[in-house]
């Protein structure tokens, strides 16, 4: 096999035997060596091929421990409503959709509080009379709907429309336009159906999103993929050659018929895994609907809702008899206390079931007395720094204390709790994980972590969360050759220059993917935008 001496770098291995190195030498796709560059060289001998990193820094290839692969590579074709107003959500439209098709469904993505304050549906109505117009919020807990698109679920001032989610109407009984929690519904369902379930749709959506992975150092992921075929699409680029980041690839258990299908599959040791189930415990910040222990500060009356014990129970004993990890979506502390709760009455059913490593995933707020019973239960966290890009918005909901207490990655770090990161692109607005490793050494207040604990979270903790730690996470002789050439040392430069970080080069198995010189570079669907807080 092929041996590449890559030397002359400053080696961040996240390997607390030898933190830092010189030099690494790869044989296939396995690290054979990490030291110094006399020792690489010398281990590589006359037939491995010597790259000069030219003091460049390594680490291991990033990990994105929550993304939405197919959504993300739709989004990048959608029109992109973030930071816009309502008036401008509608000229763009227009621009976009000049003469549109009779009954053609438009669909955006990101629309969001506080920029656009108050959406209503006759603004859609007078740009598009004939179209249903859907709108997703940002996270993609709430939607903006015209007239067209409300009649089609059956809402109206007379009408409740689906059993699930909420419809807001104004002091008349009119409905606004925007309804929240009402994902699974028949337009935008019949939306999400094309993309996962027609190749010729699916296929160039994941190419896209693995174009975006490879420019920002992303060597794996952790996927939302939900639907059998796009197993099928990954198994036929992996065949090809063409999938240039590692799948684990989560079933989606709020529709149970999905996921006798995703075990019928065939998986591999490391670049089609079989991840998760997922489940959804509450909502979001945004749309107030995450389950809170204390009423949002802009809404006295609310405090969001969520799952109880009673119901999460049957769904951990149901993971636990068959030995599979679950994924649960929990924003607000209560859900994550709900959920707490759940895990303590199964350890007395099913004590084995703490090797499961049940995972939270993005838990923006956590209670303090919390923290020691996640790491007690064996509970990890799997968050999405990219959410600190507006902490305005969070201090309007949630109050300034509660704003400063959300996302506890110190306290969380300090408790001993696993924490690994990610984006949940397109749910957030960046997969930039350079972005996020500044966001989070660079947050003031209490909750602020190391770049070196952000590159950990980033890589072997993202690797734990999906039982791949001996694998990767870290550069260790006989671990898989995953890695990235960033332009500076990230741990050493003053914390406020860490965005200037680029990605040079992108290595997968060994192979160069990703070469910054050879590429410009990369534009994904907000990251262009991403305004990050003052430091």
Not at 66 to 90: F, K, M, R, T, Y
Not at 95 to 115: F, H, K, L, Q, S
Not at 496 to 513: A, F, L, N, W, Y
């Amino acid at each position: 096999m092929k041996k590449t001496v890559w030397y002359n770098a400053c080696v961040l291995t996240v390997d607390s035997t030898l933190p830092r190195a010189e030099a690494l030498v790869t044989e296939g796709n396995r690290i054979l060596f990490v030291g110094s560059s006399r020792e690489a060289l010398a281990r590589g001998g006359a037939e491995a091929e010597p790259v000069d990193l030219s003091g460049r820094c390594v680490t291991p290839g990033f990990n994105d421990n929550h993304v939405h692969s197919v959504i993300l590579g739709d989004q990048v074709d959608q029109p992109d409503l973030a930071s816009l107003s309502a008036e401008e959500i509608v000229a763009l439209l227009k621009e976009r959709y000049p003469a549109p098709r009779r009954g053609e469904v438009i669909i955006g993505y990101d629309w969001d509080y506080p920029a656009c304050p108050d959406p209503r549906k006759e603004l859609l109505d007078q740009a598009f009379p004939d179209n249903p117009v859907i709108l997703a919020q940002f996270g993609g807990h709430g939607m903006w709907l015209n007239s067209r698109a409300l009649a089609r679920l059956k809402i109206s001032r007379d009408r409740p429309g689906p059993k699930t989610g909420v419809v807001l109407r104004d002091p008349t009984g009119e409905p606004t336009g925007v309804v929240r929690e009402m994902g699974n519904n028949a337009i935008l369902s019949r939306h999400f159906m094309r993309l996962f379930f027609r190749r010729s749709i699916r296929e160039p959506r994941i190419r896209k999103a693995l174009e975006i992975y490879r420019r920002f150092g992303i060597t794996s992921v952790q996927d939302n993929i939900w639907f059998f075929p796009v197993l099928a699409s990954l198994t036929r680029l992996r065949r090809r050659g063409e999938l240039s980041a590692r799948y684990s690839c989560w079933s989606y258990g709020e529709l149970p018929w999905t996921v006798p299908l995703m075990r019928l599959a065939s998986y591999d040791e490391h670049w089609v895994r079989r991840g998760p189930r997922k489940h959804f415990l509450d909502g979001s910040f945004s749309t107030r609907t995450a389950w809170l222990w204390e009423a949002y500060a802009d809404d006295p009356a609310n405090s969001g809702s969520g799952s109880p014990p009673e119901r999460i129970l049957p769904i951990l004993r149901s993971l636990a008899r068959r030995g599979t990890q679950g994924a649960f979506h929990a924003i607000g502390d209560r859900a994550v206390s709900s959920f707490l709760d759940a895990v303590e009455r199964l350890r007395v059913e099913h004590p084995e079931s703490r090797a499961l490593r049940f995972r939270l995933e993005h838990a923006q707020l956590i209670r303090p007395q919390d923290v020691p019973r996640l790491r007690e239960y064996g509970v990890l966290v799997a968050a999405q720094p990219s959410a600190l890009t507006t902490p305005e918005k969070d201090i309007g909901l949630l109050g300034e204390e509660r704003a400063q207490a959300a996302y506890p990655y110190r306290s969380l770090l300090d408790g001993g709790v696993h924490l690994s990161f990610g984006s949940d692109v397109p749910g957030e607005p960046t997969c930039d994980p350079i972005l996020s490793i500044h966001m989070v050494a660079n947050r003031k207040g209490p909750q602020r972590i190391t770049p070196e604990e952000a590159l950990r979270c980033y890589t072997l903790e993202s690797a734990y969360a999906e039982f791949q730690e001996e694998h990767k996470g870290s550069l260790t002789p006989g671990k898989l050759a995953d890695f990235v050439v960033l332009s500076q040392d990230i741990t050493a430069v003053p914390p406020e220059r860490i965005r200037e970080t680029k990605v040079e080069m992108t290595i997968v198995d060994g192979r160069v993917i990703y070469d910054r010189t050879e590429e410009e570079a990369p534009t994904a669907s907000g990251d262009a935008r991403v305004q990050l807080p003052p430091v």
